[in-house]
Structures are given as structure tokens and as C-alpha cells.
């Protein structure tokens, strides 16, 4: 039922799993780096005070994590190129020809005498580096993707406690900085001109929004994202700021690898669904809420129809230089969330998440609906992802999930957690979804960021200090769905335990 060609095998982000074996490794360019090592950060329990350099080690042990991946069948393999390691030096009096009219970044132009600069600029080491670990995998049968950012940015771009200590009016900013979007298109160009030869697919983001929503949203703080500092301004010239960098970038790409060339984006998706489905008030608010959260991204960068408001308040305007910016989408599914109608007169707020559903739940619990949570207290919820598929099908572009794991150092839920979510993947594609492969995250517990270590989404642990690899059981469980491209009959009865076909 699945294609013969399905894509089975995993995702990885640089910043996550790279440092942890040599002092080579540790990437302290970053702001993520700048951010999980503060002392403030860490004595206010902003950050979990774990440290990166303890991570998994991919950055040297890749060929050994590669055998280990291939001796499952998979695939395919999603890795992440770090920013902050291609350019450690800022990029900025790069020469660029950039078109803004209207806040909007309508071109983004680089001469060819700055592909000399930039080659100056650039480490050559790290990027050649990367094209062995994409090497190794090739030479092992494997489909490769690469993804160009993965929240994480050149402490030269965002210098997240500065822009914390100073409201925001101090950089640099990150995202909320236009002329970002410009050194991404910098960066997105030289990369992808330096890999274009052993990369099969490419993506600009990861989860964008995850940045701005968190990073600038009312939970800021305790989320622990940077800056954290709650600016609705901030947020909003952020994912604006982003829209136009996965555009240009996109534009970028295509000039460089040409117009077969598959570029797409990966987004967090979430199945958003109203508390009180006979309720008109919270049917409403969901549906506002997930515009909000799913639905903007994809009416701006397919349709190119930009509704500045994000929620629907005005009318949307055709920036034809924003339409159609995406070959193929990647979905990542964690859970659901559950939405009432807010209470409070005259806020145009798209609604109030509902404690006990989706991903506000106790860790290692039951949710208000009486299923299992992750040690995240996200709640498992296979339903959403078949229903985020459905929903996401409507523009008409391929899709994979990228991203689909769950909390759980014991292996107690994730057996479960993967019949459950590939059955849904199986009955998406039974209503006509066209979805090409299916990445789990992840191969190798990492370090999920201000939450550190403490969160352990691998099929594979290791020992902090020998860094000996060790599977758990749901590593064997994974390969024997690889081996049947899917569910056979009695793998789709258990996924039935917890699963609920539509």
C-alpha cells in the first residue's frame, strides 16, 4: 500500500547530535551554544545546564551511527548543516542586490564576484567535513536531505542574551532583523552550490515557527527558547523575517541546482481540535488557531496570499513574489492541541490551549483522554498526524514526515508509538495523501535543547562517557516495519490498541 519507493529512516540536527567525542566537534559559534552555557540561564533553570559537548558524537562516530541505521534498511537520512560552522565569520559586507518594497524582500541577487568572498570567508574544513558524512551515507545506498537551519544561528546573527538584556533594541536580533534574511540567502548559496553533487533533496527550515512562537511568545521563559522575551512585535517581524528567507532562499537554490531540483520546507505541525466539538465559539477559536499555527505558512508561500494580521483580521494581499516557494513539505507530528473560545472581550487571541490534551499534559501520565503521555507530557495521539496529512494535502505538493518520535528512556511507549503512527501514515495515504517517506526522530538520543539531555527520543542510547552505542528493543521493532514497508496484519492489530482508524 506503502510505495515501493517509500522513504524509511531518520532525522538530525547539527547543533543536537555533533558535539559529544572531540574537542574538534564543539561548535561554540552559536547562539544556541551561547544560550545553554550562560550561568544566568542556567542558575534561573531558563536551561537545563547539561552542556552540548556530552552529546552523541555523530560529528566523528557518523560512520558507525551509519552502519547501525543501515543494518535496519533504512533508506534515507535527514542531516542538518550548521550556519554557524560554514561561516564563523560574519558575511555581511558580502556584496548582495536585495529588492524591498513594501517590508517585503522581493529579490535577493549575489554577484558572482561574492562567491569569491565567500569562499574566502567560509570554513573550508566543516564543509569539507560534511560532503564525507554525506559521502559515507551515499556510498551506503542512502537518500540524502539536507537541511540548512535548524534553529539554531551564528552568534554574528543573533546574539541572544544581548538582544534579551536590551528589550530588543540591541543586536544582533536574529530574525527580527531584516537584513537576516539577506545572509541566509548568502549562506543557503554557497552551500548549496558546494553540495549540490551528493545532495538528493533540500530544505531550507526546520520548524520556523518553533523560533518565533516560542522563542518570542507569552511562554518565552519557561519554554527556554532564545531570546526568550515576549514581544508580540518581535514575533511577528520574526515570521515575516522567516517567510521571506524560506522564499528567497528557496529562489536561491533553484538558480544554483536548477529547476528539477527538489526544495522544500519542514514544519511543526500540530492537529488542532476544539474542546467542545457542539461548541460554535470553540470550533471557531480552533479553526483560528490553526490557521494561526498550520495553515499561514502554507497560504502565503504556495498561494502567495499574505495576511500581514497571521489570524485572519484582514484581508490577504498577492505577493507573487511569495507564491508557489516549495517542492515538497515535511511534516513533523508530535502531538495534538486542544482549544477553547477565550474569554477575554476585545483580544484578538485565536484561542486558549486547554490543559491535560495534546502537548500540555503531565510527563509519564495519562491525558484528560485517558492516553498515554510521553516523559515530555505530550500525549500520545496518532489520530492528529493521519488528520494533519489530510489537511496539508490540499496544496497539492508531496510530502514526508520528517519528524515523529516520543520521550521514553524506558521503551515502555515507543513499540506502541510507532505501530500507532505509521498505521495512521498508512490510512492518510488510503485517502489519497500523497506522502513519500516516513523519518523518525531519532536514531540516537540528543541533546533536546533547553531541556538538555533529560529527554531521550533515540531507538539507540549511548554512555555518556564511552560513548558505546547500545539499540533498544523499538530499534528491532522499527526494522521489521522497514522490512514490510509497513504494517502487516498482525503490526496493524496492535497499532489498533491505541490507534483509532477514521
Excluded at 22 to 51: F, K, Q
Aim: hydrophobic share 40%; net charge negative.
Amino acid at each position: 500500500m506503502l510505495r515501493k519507493d517509500f522513504m524509511w529512516g531518520f532525522s538530525e540536527a547539527g547543533f543536537q547530535f555533533e558535539m559529544g567525542y572531540s574537542d574538534a566537534a564543539v561548535d561554540r559559534g552559536t547562539d544556541w551554544y551561547v544560550w545553554v552555557t550562560d550561568p544566568l540561564n542556567i542558575m534561573g533553570r531558563v536551561v537545563s545546564g547539561d552542556r552540548p559537548e556530552d552529546g552523541p558524537g555523530y560529528w566523528d562516530l557518523y560512520r558507525q551511527d551509519h552502519q547501525l541505521i543501515a543494518e535496519l534498511g533504512a533508506n534515507t537520512m535527514r542531516i542538518g548543516v550548521e550556519w554557524s560552522r560554514i561561516f564563523p565569520k560574519p558575511t555581511r559586507e558580502v556584496k548582495a542586490r536585495a529588492t524591498i518594497e513594501n517590508g517585503i524582500v522581493r529579490d535577493v541577487e549575489i554577484p558572482s564576484e561574492s562567491e569569491r568572498e565567500l569562499e574566502r570567508l567560509a570554513d573550508g574544513a566543516a564543509l569539507n567535513h560534511y560532503r564525507e558524512m554525506i559521502r559515507d551515507l551515499r556510498e551506503r545506498g542512502f537518500k540524502v536531505i539536507v537541511n540548512l537551519n535548524h534553529f539554531t544561528q551564528p552568534i554574528w546573527v543573533h546574539d541572544p542574551l544581548r538582544a534579551r538584556s536590551s528589550a530588543l533594541r540591541e543586536g544582533p536580533l536574529g530574525w527580527v532583523d531584516t537584513a537576516n534574511v539577506v545572509e541566509f540567502v548568502k549562506y543557503a548559496h554557497f552551500v548549496g552550490s558546494k553540495l549540490a553533487d551528493i545532495v538528493d533533496m533540500w530544505s531550507t527550515f526546520n520548524e520556523p515557527f518553533v523560533v518565533t512562537d516560542i522563542g518570542y511568545g507569552p511562554n518565552a521563559a519557561v519554554a527556554g527558547f532564545p531570546p526568550a522575551f515576549f514581544s508580540v512585535e518581535g514575533l511577528m517581524k520574526a515570521r515575516l523575517n522567516l517567510v521571506m528567507a524560506h522564499a528567497r532562499g528557496y529562489d536561491e537554490l533553484k538558480r544554483v541546482l536548477g529547476k528539477n531540483s527538489q526544495v522544500g520546507i519542514i514544519y511543526a505541525t500540530s492537529a488542532v481540535e476544539p474542546l467542545n466539538k457542539e461548541s460554535d465559539a470553540d470550533r471557531q477559536a480552533s479553526e483560528r488557531m490553526n490557521y494561526f499555527s498550520n495553515l499561514w505558512y502554507f497560504e502565503t508561500l504556495v498561494k502567495g496570499e499574505l495576511d500581514r494580521s497571521m489570524m485572519g483580521l484582514q484581508p490577504s494581499e498577492k505577493v507573487p513574489e511569495l507564491r508557489d516557494k516549495m517542492d515538497w513539505i515535511g511534516v513533523n507530528y508530535y502531538s495534538r492541541t486542544v482549544i477553547k473560545a477565550a474569554t477575554i472581550p476585545g483580544l484578538p487571541l485565536p484561542g486558549v490551549i486547554v490543559p491535560g490534551y495534546g502537548f500540555a499534559c503531565e510527563p509519564a501520565s495519562t491525558s484528560l483522554a485517558g492516553r498515554p503521555t510521553s516523559e515530555f507530557g505530550w500525549e500520545i495521539y496518532p489520530e492528529g498526524l493521519r488528520n494533519v496529512l489530510v489537511v496539508l494535502s490540499r496544496y497539492g505538493k508531496p510530502m514526508m514526515v520528517t519528524e515523529n518520535g516520543t520521550a521514553d528512556r524506558f521503551d515502555r511507549l515507543r513499540p506502541q508509538f510507532l505501530f500507532s503512527h505509521i498505521a495512521a501514515v498508512e490510512d492518510a495515504v488510503k485517502k489519497g495523501c500523497d506522502v513519500r517517506g516516513y523519518l523518525h526522530w531519532s536514531y540516537i538520543d540528543n541533546f533536546e535543547w533547553a531541556r538538555g539531555f533529560s529527554m531521550r527520543f533515540g531507538l539507540i542510547t549511548y554512555d555518556p562517557q564511552t560513548k558505546k552505542r547500545r539499540v533498544r528493543p523499538s530499534y528491532y521493532i522499527y526494522r521489521d516495519i522497514i522490512q514490510a514497508n509497513g504494517l502487516d496484519e498482525k503490526m496493524r492489530g496492535t497499532a489498533e490498541l491505541l490507534y483509532t482508524p477514521d
